[in-house]
């Protein structure tokens, strides 16, 4: 089955700072989204980026389908930002049923 | 808009005893509905996924069953449960297989 790693598993940063998650896939997918779990595990929609640059308020996304792989932008962050963040994907197989293959997370954790 | 409830928050059970957890959505009509698992604290895993009243996928072999009665209902079930079934479980919806909306999940514990 399709694979997907993300990196860093851990990430600590001090308020204000910004930081570059990374989402590699190992086949074409026709469905990818990030998520960030809150402390009370509880799945945010961020973005739904199969393809292409999308950006919401701090929090910008871009996929890059031909090389495999995405990235989730946060500049300025906040304590309020810590969490996971997980990429799920769906490969791309000619059909869509949205049955998601998630990556094992980046843990992010956001220091006053 | 469409909204997504699932039932109950927490849950202890002890081994061998029966489960049902119910998920509904508001404001769709046939969605596409899921179950997933996630054990450990991180990495979901998808256990069952419906495309209709009556049908039923399963991704992996378990000791668990999911039923759709209803449109909008899909309810995860286990005759008697093991202590691997513990850990913190979610239903998801999406429109034809595109954006998925999670619940809230339930935190099942197995003693």
């Known amino acids: 089955g399709i694979q997907v790693e993300q990196s860093p598993p851990d990430l600590i940063l001090q308020e204000g700072a910004n930081s570059t998650l990374r989402c590699n896939f190992s086949?074409?997918?026709?469905?990818l989204q990030w998520f960030h779990q809150n402390p009370w595990g509880q799945l945010i929609n961020l973005f739904y980026?199969?393809?292409g640059t999308k950006q919401n308020g701090r929090l910008s996304a871009t996929t890059v389908a031909t090389e495999r792989y995405s990235l989730l932008y946060i500049s300025s962050s906040q304590t309020t930002d810590s969490g996971v963040y997980f990429c799920?994907?769906?490969?791309?197989?000619?059909?869509?049923?949205?049955?998601?293959?998630f990556g094992k997370g980046t843990k992010l954790s956001v220091k006053p | 808009s469409q909204t997504i409830h699932q039932w109950p928050a927490t849950l202890v059970q002890p081994v061998g005893s029966p489960l049902s957890l119910e998920c509904t959505v508001e404001?769709?009509?046939?969605?596409?509905l899921y179950w997933y698992r996630q054990a450990a604290g991180r990495g979901l895993q998808l256990l069952f996924y419906?495309?209709?009243?009556?049908?039923i996928s399963s991704e992996v072999p378990q000791n668990l069953s999911a039923s759709r009665p209803q449109d909008r209902q899909f309810i995860l079930s286990s005759k008697k449960l093991l202590l691997s079934d513990s850990g913190f479980y979610l239903c998801a919806w999406s429109r034809d297989g595109f954006e998925a909306f999670f619940g809230q999940g339930t935190r099942l514990t197995v003693v």
């Open positions: 086949d074409s997918v026709n469905n």
């Open positions: 799920a994907v769906e490969r791309d197989y000619g059909g869509s049923q949205g049955n998601l293959i």
């Open positions: 419906s495309v209709g009243i009556g049908q």
């Open positions: 404001g769709t009509s046939n969605p596409n």
């Open positions: 980026i199969p393809s």
